[in-house]
């Protein structure tokens, strides 16, 4: 198994750039989620998702889009980038959610730079 | 005020040492989880707990859900422990984790 993979690794983007973080699981898991982590700061969720077809805001979900078609894959779409958004992204998987107690597997991370 | 809060910031130790890395929560919790993270690289989960006491190697994790605060502790430190601890909680309905902010580990040998 792969487990959960990120794509890219690093980014560079400029200031009104669109562009989409890809994150895929081959671990058929429900539950994925995204995050970012910035310095001095704990990790912060973006968005969820519950299952194919079902997504829902996190914490910090402004700026952010995302999709959910398949259980496999979960992108994180930035529409128009701003500075605010340079971060590292990390997606994360689990079996299930609904407040079960299961781990969390996490993706390599993408760091993204927003000029 | 944060709901996870982890104790110490930084953390120095030297090789062979014992290491005790605290989390404490203001919030109800269903369990909570030690994540470890090393320089550049990804968060690898180290253990979850929702009672009592859990132990993988050289690391022990301890909760006490009534005073709401977990330790982790590193018997025998060895360089390759510096890393990252984060702690995590639980809540709500759809697992929603709220993460501390992580204690910075350096052993030095």
């Known amino acids: 198994n792969a487990g959960v993979t990120q794509t890219p690794k690093f980014q560079v983007l400029k200031t009104g750039q669109s562009m989409t973080l890809q994150c895929a699981q081959d671990?058929?898991?429900?539950?994925m989620s995204w995050y970012r982590q910035d310095p001095g700061m704990g990790l912060r969720l973006i968005h969820y998702?519950?299952?194919?077809?079902?997504?829902d805001q996190g914490e910090v979900p402004n700026g952010y889009n995302v999709s959910r078609s398949t259980t496999e894959d979960f992108p994180l779409r930035l529409l128009s980038a701003a500075p605010s958004q340079t971060s590292v992204y990390f997606c994360?998987?689990?079996?299930?959610?609904?407040?079960?107690?299961?781990?969390?597997?996490f993706g390599p991370g993408t760091r993204l730079t927003v000029l | 005020k944060n709901e996870v809060e982890q104790s110490p910031q930084n953390l120095t130790a030297q090789e062979g040492e014992f290491i005790t890395i605290n989390c404490s929560y203001s919030?109800?919790?269903?369990?909570l989880h030690w994540l470890q993270q090393h320089p550049g690289g990804g968060i690898v989960s180290l253990f979850m707990?929702?009672?009592g006491k859990k132990k993988h190697g050289r690391l022990i994790a301890t909760i006490n859900i009534q005073e709401k605060h977990s330790s982790l502790h590193i018997t025998a430190s060895h360089p390759r422990d510096s890393a990252v601890y984060i702690c995590?909680?639980?809540?709500?309905?759809?697992?929603?984790?709220?993460f501390g902010k992580g204690i910075t580990l350096s052993v030095r040998p």
């Open positions: 994360a998987s689990s079996y299930s959610g609904g407040g079960a107690f299961t781990e969390q597997f």
């Open positions: 671990m058929n898991h429900e539950y």
């Open positions: 998702s519950v299952g194919a077809g079902i997504t």
């Open positions: 919030v109800g919790i269903s369990a």
């Open positions: 707990l929702s009672s």
């Open positions: 995590a909680v639980y809540t709500g309905a759809n697992s929603k984790l709220t």
